[in-house]
């Protein structure tokens, strides 16, 4: 099975800041990369899609790349409502696997 | 607008038995795969099964095979998920996500979720 390991766990940042967040897989997955945002309570949300592909109707502050086994997703300028978790999701093979997810907190 | 509602989610005790279903609205049912991922309480998203379009091509997580069953009635626009032989670590909310419209196993969108407790 492929091991995604996301990092930092959890990131403590302001509104306005540039965060970045970064998965890696256990072994190459070319572009096969999704990220997703889950706020409590809610289900996920895809934002991010082969690797770099904005998902339609979320916003041009995310953004995704990397290819093989490094990832990152970064925000460019927090807003206040994208403090969330954010979990990354290979596709490249069954069983599809998501990294542990990363916490966004104030 | 897509829509997915799950729903047959409760309590039950070690051993035994639960059906979820997912019901879809707003897409051709028919013309997309389907799969259950699933989040046991303040922990993160573990996909459980895939089924395609047609049905003809499953696929599980090895801590579910034998014990889980996916299916789909697209007659009737619907996703089931059997699980047998339920655990206390099968607890968790199940969510039903669609394929993607874009190329590639990306899972959107998503239910609203079905809680399944396992406790005697």
């Known amino acids: 099975d492929i091991q995604m390991t996301q990092s930092p766990s959890s990131v403590s940042a302001s509104v306005g800041d540039r965060v970045t967040i970064t998965c890696r897989a256990s072994?190459?997955?070319?572009?096969?990369l999704a990220w997703y945002q889950q706020k409590p309570g809610k289900a996920p949300k895809l934002l991010i899609y082969?690797?770099?592909s904005l998902q339609s109707g979320v916003p041009s502050r995310f953004s995704g790349s990397g290819s093989g086994t490094d990832f990152t997703l970064t925000i460019s300028s927090l807003q206040p409502e994208d403090f969330a978790t954010y979990y990354c999701?290979?596709?490249?093979?069954?069983?599809?696997?998501f990294g542990q997810g990363t916490k966004l907190e104030i | 607008e897509v829509q997915l509602v799950e729903s047959g989610g409760g309590l039950v005790k070690p051993g035994g038995s639960l059906r979820l279903s997912c019901t879809a609205s707003?897409?051709?049912?028919?013309?997309?795969?389907m799969n259950w991922v699933r989040q046991a309480p303040g922990k993160g998203l573990e996909w459980v099964s895939s089924?395609?379009?047609?049905?003809?091509?499953?696929y599980y997580a090895d801590s579910m095979k034998g014990r889980f069953t996916i299916s789909r009635d697209n007659a009737k626009n619907s996703l089931f998920l059997q699980m047998n032989s339920l655990r206390a670590e099968d607890t968790a909310v199940y969510y039903c996500?669609?394929?993607?419209?874009?190329?590639?196993?990306?899972?959107?969108?998503w239910g609203q979720g079905t809680l399944v407790t396992v406790s005697s």
């Open positions: 996500a669609r394929r993607s419209t874009y190329y590639g196993d990306w899972f959107d969108p």
């Open positions: 707003g897409f051709t049912f028919s013309s997309y795969s």
């Open positions: 089924i395609s379009s047609s049905g003809s091509y499953i």
């Open positions: 072994q190459g997955i070319t572009s096969w």
């Open positions: 082969a690797a770099s």
């Open positions: 999701q290979q596709a490249n093979s069954f069983p599809y696997t």
